[in-house]
């Protein structure tokens, strides 16, 4: 490792906003040749080092060396000027729209200051192809709307351009979270390739084993500080360890079924709308039942139908006892059926509103009388619930955007469980929720599931068996298979979910 | 540099009022006066009305422009019932304020039900009711002594109880209008701020989607927005009643352009950057002052709608511009 | 838009004449506190600020002013009621020495003027019934404004036509020329009123020339239009040619222009006459009014300012082509012989 030349050095970075201290004393070196990835649960403060690499933010602390020479990044273009090259997430904000592939591949010498009044066609595809030649996309059609070719190969484009500019570290920020598992594998070639040609590349990704796959080292943030550096052989254990630390095992659960005697739902030959088969299920208090499915195997329709947003066409749901109807929400939340949609940011975060307006919303009419809100015993309520399941906040105040998205979740399944329930429905509660925060939600669900029980809709597997006490799977609208998770055998039911 | 411009966004346009207040009283000591202020507040009393109505709008992310037409078609039939009709004024008041719930919850009822987007429905409804408002007198402005279609003369009058709502003083000081308002205000405000309902409507206009997956009938929330506002305007439409004195077809012009901008301006007051009932109330309030103090300081009549537009691209500026937004 | 670049350039030289004359010494032989005492402040409180009429009307108050060593301050938001009574208390919080109150509703800016003069604010009011005895009320005349237009109907027709009449009901000085109206059918029973028509939506002219489109198709026995205001005129004037009758209607109004001038000189205009006031001696007048009341000097509580009939004709022969020129030709026009006192200079020159 030492052999190579060292690059960039990123020395006691520290950064704060306001009175939350985001980054303290981060200190990373880059070497040529090299990948680098940075791990950290979300909001741990892997995208201010970032940021900072980049030159948004100009009043950083610390010191960037760069060959050596100490330099100041006070915006963007120093960055850019010294050699720092960023490809973010979003493909589309890398993009123009409305211009061919080679004005695309181009488009610094269009934009630039020295260009000519008068556009020169020739001189644009002669640059773009040599532009295209870095990452081997001669096979692009030039003159091709930007719109029509596939999104990974608008991803390598945003990379040529970005290689043609010959820079000394080229961070890739959650490269493959819009590309297929297949354009993924032809990223990754091309960062080999990268690499071997002296290329120092940062790479940052949610997808542990690709971490694992493609890094020469791993660098980790944790709650804004130095969490480790790990070099290869990376296991992934290891990096989540240095993450989130020594997760206690909060899966040593006992579960009896006949622990839990009452019956809380009962589904009898229910039929739901978009399909012919009648259900039959039981849960039973104190159980957290996983259902698993293909997206279009009928998950979402079930779930709909037991919220009251959709109506049932045939059978019966019996809920503690009772054989229950309703044709709204607002009967499904008073029969205790509560629901954390999917989705978070389209279907349940209530934006430019604190984490307390967020979390009482349903239940707004228990905290009130005669409609005046009594903020009192909406903010003991709500600071009990943010403090049993760990959410990191500034305060019960704070606006919902301040919070990393694993606490957003936090927060939105908190509105759900505040009251009480006869079962709560959690429709894919992990999409984008980082470890950590994952496992805070599952351990809250198992110590406090007990009278009530918890029905959640996943398409992963490994997210289920991590929580569940029993798995159903969902193939074609109908319930194929039932089993406690500890006897799961994970082929069986991976084969089980795709059967034809 | 940083806190500076958080603190500038909070209290900025706070400071800039306190400091306005400041100079001109320094300049023209008879602007202080007990009397300046509440002719200063009787000015605005109409438009700051509307502006609270057009608040719940804004606030479940709708918009009403036919506040300002539903205000003088209450005019209209106010006139209409007293000098036409020569029934109680009581009558003139109730049709008004039903007048107004009618059109809210017509506009309600398109936006939500028929779907259409809420700029275009109440557009159409603007021009309806301003057509609709010339029809009972057959165009003509409605006052005492007016030549009816059967070549009568009209006999009744506007009562002295329904006038004493616009033009009276309470204490022979402060204008009744401005009581109204004041209340107005502080209701709306607590409304909006204390309970559940002003919540939930700050909930729609965040997202509406997830309000209704929390169990809200968000619907019937929309639609009370839209009833709210119709009310409100009819009863800034009864007070101009009252001020003018006559049923005047010209009377409704400009109201609604003037409400709206207040709200607008609201939204800088205190950096909320959010429809809210005393941002409305602050931003009527500090347009009507600069123009008295600006009048007083020989400012000519013709360069006030100027002035109304530099504050709001100034308040825009504050709520939008200011806070920097990250790529 | 030359008006209005006249009308400035009038105020501005106005302003550097006035504050170089008048205030330094006071006026000889005025009475206080004219005699050179304090600056007098006095506010014009309008209904309307655009239009011709409201801008000459304007310049001639501000000349006046001028003239006087007043200083004038110019209240206005175009056509809103309850900003103009709103004006009336700012300018009572001013403390100004007296207020013009031009145009508005009775019923609006009754109790305003009344709190002005409780206040001690003398106030004059022209062409709005202020039902005041305390406020004296300068108007045109209005009847005979009306009068003067159909005389010269009646003379053109020997007293007999079918007129169409195009007014509005309800405005106070459609209302007293409609009188003359009533009058001239009492007197001649060969004059006939066809039809009634007539709007103020604005546009005011484009509006009532589609009314009186309809109006011709139904009663082509129409031969005359009074329509005693020069904007409804004009919709006639305008119907008539879409309708291409204008050489078998005539047309009478009240009010005048230069737009009106170019309209009726035109060798085929139906327009055949208008009876008008000077707005710019008005606006003088008005000030004259209020600076006597400001001087504790009687004066009486009806003002009539006497109009004058404008042929077309006459025009064509005296090859007038705009209000400059009508002026220059029509010295009496000027200036009304109405409330002048030895130490009230007057503007002699003709305005513009």
Known sequence: MIDKKLLIRAVDISKTFGATKALSGVSFDFYEGEIFSIVGANGAGKSTFIKILCGYYADYEGKIYIDGKLVKFESPRDAYEAGIQVVHQSIEQGIVQNMSVAENLALDMIISPNASFVYDKKKVLKRAKEIASKMDLEYLDMDKNIQDITQSEKQMIIIARALATKPKLLILDEPTSSISDKEAGMLFKTLYKLRDEGVSILYISHYLAEIKKISNRVGVIRDGKFGGLLNQPLEISEIVKAMVGDLESAFERTYDEKDSKKLILELRDLVVQGSSEPLNIKIYSGEIVGLIGLIGAGKTELAETLFGIRRPISGEIILDGKSVKFTNIRQAIKHGIHMVPENRTVNAIIPENSIKNNITLPFLSFFSKYGVLSK??????????????????????????????????????????????????????????????????????????????????????????????????????????SEKTSEVNRDKLLSLITQE | MEKFVAFAIKYGFLIVMAGSFLGFGLLEP???????????????????????????????????????????????????????????YIYAILLSILLGITIGLVNGLLIVKAKIPDLLATLGMMFLIQGLQLIPSAGMSIGTGMMLADGTEAEGEFAKQFLFLGQGRLFDLIPVPVVVFAVLAIIIYF??????????????????????????????????????????????????????????????????????AAALIGYAVLGVKK?????????????????NGLTMLSLPYYTQDFIKGIVLVAALIFTFGLSKSEI | MKTKFLVVCSIILGMLFGANSALANG????????????????????????????????????IQANLLGIKLTV??????????????????????????????????????????IKAGIPVVAFDVDLKNPKIPQIAQDDELL????????????????????????????????DRSWQKIKKEYPGIKEIVKTGTLESPIASKNANQVKAVLLAHPEINAFFAPYDELGKGVVQALREARKQDKVKVYTADISTQDIREMIKKDSPWAATAATNPASIGA????????????????????????????????????????QLRKKFPKFNSVDLLNYPWIPVDKKGLF
């Not at chain 1, 399944?413 to 959690?426: D, E, G, S």
């Open chain 3, 75 to 116: 209240f206005g938001k175009s056509m809103d009621n309850q900003a103009e009574a709103n004006f009336v208390y700012q300018a009572i919080n001013m403390k100004v020495d007296g207020i013009i109150i031009d145009h508005g509703l009775s019923e609006t800016m009754m109790k305003p003027a009344a709190d002005a």
């Open chain 3, 285 to 324: 007048v008005s000030v004259r009014a209020i600076a006597l009341k400001i001087a504790h000097v009687k004066i009486p509580h009806n003002i009539l300012i006497p109009p004058m009939l404008f042929t077309a004709k006459e025009l064509r022969a005296m090859k007038i082509k705009n209000m400059k």
């Open chain 3, 27 to 62: 006026l000889k032989g005025a009475p206080a506190p004219f005699n050179g005492g304090k600056k007098i402040h006095i506010a014009l409180i309008r209904q309307m600020t655009e239009g011709e009429f409201m801008q000459t009307f304007r310049a001639g108050a501000q």
């Open chain 1, 376 to 481: 009192k015993n909406e903010i003991k309520a709500s600071k009990r619930i943010i403090d049993d399941m760990g959410i990191k906040c500034e305060g019960f105040g704070a606006l919902i955007e301040s919070l990393s998205g694993g606490n957003q979740q936090k927060v939105i399944v908190a509105r759900w469980l505040l009251m009480k329930h006869n079962i709560v429905i959690l429709d894919e509660p992990f999409q984008g929720v980082d470890i950590k925060s994952r496992r805070d939600i599952s351990k809250y669900l198992q110590e406090n599931t007990r009278d009530s029980a918890v029905l959640m809709i996943s398409s992963d597997i490994d997210e289920l068996m991590d929580v569940t006490d029993k798995i159903m799977v969902m193939n074609k609208s109908k319930i194929i298979w």
């Open chain 2, 30 to 88: 008879s602007f202080w006066s007990w009397s300046n202020m509440f002719s200063i507040l009787l000015g605005i009393t109409i438009v700051g009305i509307l502006a609270l109505g057009v608040t719940f709008t804004l606030i479940v992310d709708g918009f009403d422009l036919s506040i300002g037409s539903t205000a003088a078609i209450c005019v209209m039939i106010s006139s209409y019932v007293m000098v036409v009709l020569n029934i109680d």
């Open chain 2, 191 to 260: 409304v909006l701020q204390y309970t559940k309902w002003g919540r939930i409507l700050y909930a729609i206009g965040g997202n509406e989607k997830a309000v209704k997956l929390a169990g809200v009938n968000v619907e019937r929330y929309k639609i009370m927005a839209y009833v709210l506002s119709g009310t409100i305007s009819s009863i800034a439409g009864i007070l101009l009643a009252a001020r003018i004195g006559r049923g005047d077809v010209t009377s409704g012009g400009g109201l609604l352009l003037d409400a709206v």
């Open chain 3, 146 to 177: 009306g009068m003067l237009a159909l005389k010269a109907l009646v003379k053109d027709f020997n007293g007999k036509a079918n007129v169409g009449y195009v007014s509005i009901a309800g405005i106070l000085p459609l209302d007293k020329r």
């Open chain 2, 275 to 291: 429809p809210n009932a005393l941002g409305s109330v602050v931003g009527v309030i500090f347009i009507g002052m600069l123009l």
